[in-house]
């Protein structure tokens, strides 16, 4: 059975270029870019092509990016970097709707005498600026909000909150992971000090991420050890892994708005064709100011777990929240935080495309759904008779 796969935001295939490029550094250039000799030194310059690759896309300069292991590594460091760096500052402000790499971070300032704001959203996932901007004070380090969310696909206006924070003299990081080859940005127009990426969302493999750090931004090291990434994070580079996220970011550089309003256009398509054909679904999420790729919809009456089994039968993958909140059987607390009933928020299934699906795959989705919607509510006992 042909593999469907419309879990995107979890994970992404890595691209076959990507996978070329990075095929030599195993077993031919396994060289340690630190070492003296020009058979590791020759690493060095891959690595210098990989950021320059990088800072294109992210429209910064090669210098502002850091490599990392991960999305997680890369906010941990951003929010305990600017933390350290400002000791007499002691109120940071975030969202109610961050991935926990952000989220669980903060909530574990409260532990050392930080204050923590979350600020709210409404019923579509939107953040309250004014909230946010009477939050802001000489007290707070540091305001970190998402750039995209993961569960919904909501855009938050980072440019607008990177001024808002600029103007208060507070420094501004956005988890990026999500938006990253899905939105168009130039750093080098922006207010925006930090921001996290990670390379598995963009068609690099697990495992690589990058925080990037603008010039003149204070921060302390948060990995100590080795004079790695000039000394801003030690530990041996993932050499293979970040010649990769540099491939994926040229890869995802190229036609960014065509590729995405394709996969726009797909996610319409199923999105419209599944709101139309089974009753009692809604959407979550701000429907014009979301990823294009992503569509999270909630069904009445059902589990969204029971959904996914009977997608997976069909060899289609979603995902009923985030990669990492899934096992749990709580609500996502991303719908929760957007007041989206407790009952909705069970059934909900998150579709989260990519520049390889196909039309096909859509409409096969579209076939399948309302018989699996109509079969579980036949078993259903909350269904009103
Ligand atoms: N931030 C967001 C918005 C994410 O969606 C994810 C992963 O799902 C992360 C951070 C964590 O990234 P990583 O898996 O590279 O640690």
Known sequence: MKTIYFDNNATTKVAEEVLEEMRPLFCELYGNPSSMHTFGGQIGRRIRKAREQVAALLGCDPSEVI????????DNAAIKGTLAALPDKRKVITSRVEHPAVLQVCRSLENHGYTVVEIPVDKHGRLDLDELERQIDDDTALVTVMYANNETGVVFPVEKIAEMTAGKAAAFHTDAVQAIGKIPLNLAKSR????????????APKGVGVLYVRKGTRLQPFMLGGHQEAGRRAGTENVPSIIGLGKACELAGKNIKQENQRVKCLRDKLETAILAKCPDCRLNG???????????ISFEYIEGEAILLML???????????????????????????????????GSIRFSLSRYNTEEEVDYTIEKMPEIVNKLRELSPFVPK
């Open 286 to 296: 701000d429907k014009d100011n979301r990823l294009p790729n992503t569509s999270n």
């Open 192 to 203: 925006i000090d930090l921001l996290s990426i990670s390379g598995h969302k963009l068609h």
């Open 312 to 346: 997976d039968k069909f060899g289609i993958c979603a995902s009923s929240g985030s990669a990492c909140t899934s096992g749990s059987l709580e609500p996502s607390h991303v719908l929760r935080a957007m007041g989206v009933p407790f009952t909705a928020a069970h």
């Open 67 to 74: 490599f990392t292991s991960c999305g997680t590594e890369s």
